[in-house]
């Protein structure tokens, strides 16, 4: 027992991280102007899937955009860049290229919205010591109906041993140290679900596989290190809302990976030698 340190804030759940979202692109030459050229991002170069498939890095997070008809996700993806003033510039600099999609951006109080190519909406913040990520995908903010947080919560509490909670119509979940997944409560309509997907690690793999499949909830037995799942439910028949999860053990080949990750301010014009990589703190 301490009375000086606050032992359960350090707790984290039984799922460590949110790795990747996959969003298909109808252009990998527009997709790569625009996470690459303009926010700056890093495009994998170990797994190259040539112009069927790009695999962007951030930080320890990545973007996955097979060529295929647009996908949306259903809110917003949150990013931390190391430098707002040079996204800002960037940006102004793909105005033209992009002219006619409904690329556009502006800047918030604390953070810049971007929206992508095909609609998606991207909030890119500024370090923060709190979340203690200098680049990286913090959190997902997802759409739901009105009246299912409390529900949502308690299935990732419950499926996935992950600290949850629902509050004002908002629930959010623990992922790893600093990452968080939420979902916001709207009366608007929601888009229909279009089969975009996130792949997460947990530690505890078979425990969530098994309250799934008692419940017929499995989409796919990928392999011996990954199943998939599409809805999120309370445990009865009732779907609350549809995100396809890939979740992958720690086994998983992938797991940790160590992701390249450039430096984004070095250009031609100001470049000095050794200072290619992104450096965290630098
Ligand atoms: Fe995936």
């Not at 996935?160 to 959010?172: E, H, L």
């Amino acid at each position: 027992m301490s009375d000086t340190f606050d032992r359960a804030a350090e707790n984290v759940g039984n799922i460590l991280a949110m790795e990747h979202l996959n969003l298909t692109v109808p252009d990998q030459e527009m997709a790569a102007l625009f996470y690459v050229t303009g926010l700056g991002f890093t495009r994998d170069p170990y797994m190259d899937f040539g112009t069927f498939n790009m695999w962007i890095n951030v930080g320890q997070q990545q973007f996955h955009l097979p060529k295929s008809k647009a996908q949306r996700f259903r809110g917003h993806i949150d990013i931390t860049v190391p430098n707002l003033d040079e996204l800002k510039a960037r940006l102004e600099r793909l105005g033209k290229p992009l002219k006619g999609t409904e690329f556009g951006w502006e800047i918030y109080d604390d953070h810049i919205g971007v929206t992508c190519p095909w609609g998606n909406s991207l909030r890119c913040f500024a370090p923060d010591p709190a979340i203690g990520m200098e680049l990286g995908i913090h959190n997902l903010e997802m759409q739901i109906p009105e009246g299912t947080s409390g529900a949502i919560a308690e299935f990732y509490r419950v499926a996935f041993a992950t600290p949850a909670t629902a509050i004002d119509g908002i629930s959010k979940v623990c992922v790893g140290t600093n990452q968080t997944l939420q979902f916001v409560e709207t009366d608007a309509s929601i888009a229909d679900y279009d089969s975009h997907h996130i792949a997460i690690y947990v530690a505890d793999f078979s425990s969530p596989h098994q309250w799934l499949v008692e419940r017929d909830r499995i989409t796919e037995e990928s392999d011996q290190h990954q199943y998939r799942f599409q809805a999120l439910t309370d445990g009865t028949d009732t779907a609350l809302v549809e995100l396809e999860h890939e979740v992958r053990s720690l086994h998983h080949p992938m797991h940790a990976r160590n992701l390249v990750n450039r430096n984004a301010g070095q250009h031609f014009f100001n470049f000095r030698r050794g200072r290619e990589a992104f450096v965290p703190g630098s």
